[in-house]
């Protein structure tokens, strides 16, 4: 069974890229991790199906806040953004099928709180406008597996004509 997530990058990913689980490039979670038993292949087609039509969009950073089990974990939220919203909830139709745990609570439907975490230092800060011209699908190997995070696909949005 594979943990995947889906995610748009701040920086555009290529497919095969890995990085250590400490070394997350900046990106909103759109689709938070879920267990699936489809090949990769079959996810990254429903991505691509949902993607058809979908352009680039910009996003605002907004305030500070902690997440995580302990509020532990500091990030960035983005500023209530519709067409995020609207992409999450798309997502997670369309991954459903698929999928054993797509709609976790906390971070899905209404739970579901567009934010950046700050890692290593790395972060945005209130104000900074985001622009998102890429989803991604990244497997979510175990923190313990040597290659850390791989990106399976990678699905571009194009600049609104």
Avoid at 41 to 46: D, K, M, P, Q, W
Avoid at 64 to 73: C, K, Q, S, T
Avoid at 116 to 135: F, P
Wanted: charge should be neutral; proline fraction near 10%.
């Amino acid at each position: 069974m594979s943990r995947l997530v889906v995610v748009l990058p701040l920086t555009p990913l290529r497919t095969g890229d890995s990085f250590p689980v400490a070394d997350w490039p900046l990106h909103i979670t759109v689709l938070p991790p879920f267990h699936t038993d489809a090949a990769a292949s079959v996810i990254a087609g429903v991505i691509a199906v949902t993607a058809v039509g979908r352009t680039a969009r910009t996003a605002v950073a907004g305030a500070d806040a902690l997440f995580g089990r302990r509020e532990d974990v500091p990030v960035t939220l983005v500023a209530e953004n519709p067409g995020l919203t609207e992409l999450h909830r798309a997502l997670a139709d369309a991954v459903r099928p698929f999928a054993s745990s797509p709609d976790e609570p906390a971070f899905t439907g209404p739970g579901f709180r567009a934010h950046i975490t700050i890692k290593n230092g790395v972060r945005v800060h209130e104000g900074e406008a985001l622009t998102l011209t890429q989803i991604a699908l990244v497997d979510m190997a175990p923190r313990a597996a040597a290659g850390g995070r791989t990106v399976l696909a990678t699905f571009p949005l194009p600049a609104p004509s």
